[in-house]
């Protein structure tokens, strides 16, 4: 019997990468959950958000940070739970948050006020700072419910690496009914843990060099090996327009997965291109779209959901 091949990447991540505690037992929520909303008829997407953090010392003071609002992959988990999916939503701890992202800068004393007259404990929410609140509300309330959205959080790169492979293990029992929407800005470089000092690094001892390893490429595992059978996107952020196309058909040729969605920094929220094997198709919102606060999210979740139906398809025909 062949045996079963164990990637070099599994190795690195356990031994460079610190474990986080409780990845056993967020494994085995994540798994329940997709076991028993498959059973309910539904599909689960796994959506990762926000930008990962990389610490240049082991009691942390500094570190390195990708750009992510998140806002990506909270407006897209509504849309996924709009179109009949759960989600897990695999976060950066404080990005945005599905539902309460729409009320992100206003500041919570502001939408309160104190009922005149009346003691400290009778406050009442100021629906002209919060005009849309009771709508979200009620929606999110429905959510809860139904436990349609498991969150999950992560600070560091190494937090993000071992949820992510446990997220894929966990998800891997569902097979094609598992979507994985990788939006998260994870940091290409890092700091091995054997490498990094334990305290502060001191200014005295003159101007820092940083020498920072490469992070592996863990889509080539999660596609291969975690959860084969899944519908996987990942997404392609760059700031030069003239690459952006050649960069998302390499990151398929490479890993070999479904989708790759590529973005440029600055027109993120008003265009993205869906690229394929065999297709690429422009997401744009007009001027019209924008006043009537149209999100290209919405445009995006609808893509993706239609080809992973077909997808499904395929998978059960072909079986
Ligand atoms: C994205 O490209 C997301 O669309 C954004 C969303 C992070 C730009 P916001 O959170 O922005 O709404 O403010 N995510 C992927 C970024 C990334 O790191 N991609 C890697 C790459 O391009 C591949 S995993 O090489």
């Not at 030069?240 to 997965?257: Q, S």
């Not at 394929?276 to 924008?290: G, I, K, P, R, S």
């Amino acid at each position: 019997m062949a045996e079963p091949r164990i990637s070099s990447i599994d190795g690195k991540l356990a031994e460079e990468f610190a474990v986080p505690s409780h990845v056993e037992e967020v494994k085995e929520k994540m798994s329940a959950f997709a076991m028993d909303h498959v059973a309910a008829g539904r599909r689960v997407v796994l959506i990762t958000s926000g930008g990962t953090k990389v610490p240049l010392e082991s009691r942390t003071v500094r570190f390195l940070d990708n750009f992510s609002s998140g806002r990506r992959g909270a407006a897209s988990a509504e849309y996924f739970i709009d179109s009949g999916y759960a989600v897990i939503f695999l976060h950066r701890h404080r990005s945005l948050y599905p539902y309460t992202r729409t009320f992100s800068t206003i500041n919570m004393l502001d939408a309160l006020q104190l009922r005149s007259g009346e003691a400290a404990s009778e406050v009442v929410v100021n629906q002209q700072v919060l005009p849309n609140i009771a709508q979200v509300l009620t929606r999110y309330q429905e959510v809860k419910d139904s436990r349609l959205l498991l969150p999950i959080e992560f600070n560091t790169l190494s937090e993000y690496l071992h949820l992510l492979k446990a997220a894929a293990q966990a998800l891997s029992t569902i097979g094609s009914k598992a979507m994985f929407y990788l939006a998260a800005a994870v940091s290409d470089f890092y700091i091995p843990a054997s490498e990094m000092p334990e305290h502060k690094i001191q200014s005295s001892n003159g101007p820092l060099q940083l020498s920072l390893n490469m992070v592996p490429k863990i889509l080539s595992p999660l596609v291969k090996d975690w959860a084969p059978q899944a519908f996987v996107i990942s997404f392609k952020l760059e700031t030069d327009a003239t690459i952006l196309l050649e960069k998302a058909r390499r990151a398929l040729d490479t890993y070999r997965h479904q989708v790759v969605v590529a973005n440029v920094l600055d027109s993120r929220r008003g265009y993205v291109v869906v690229v394929t094997a065999e297709t690429q198709a422009e997401l744009l919102l007009t001027e019209e779209d924008v006043k009537n606060e149209v999100e290209i999210e919405e445009r995006i979740v609808s893509n993706l959901t239609t080809a992973h139906n077909k997808f499904i398809t395929q998978q059960v025909g072909g079986q």
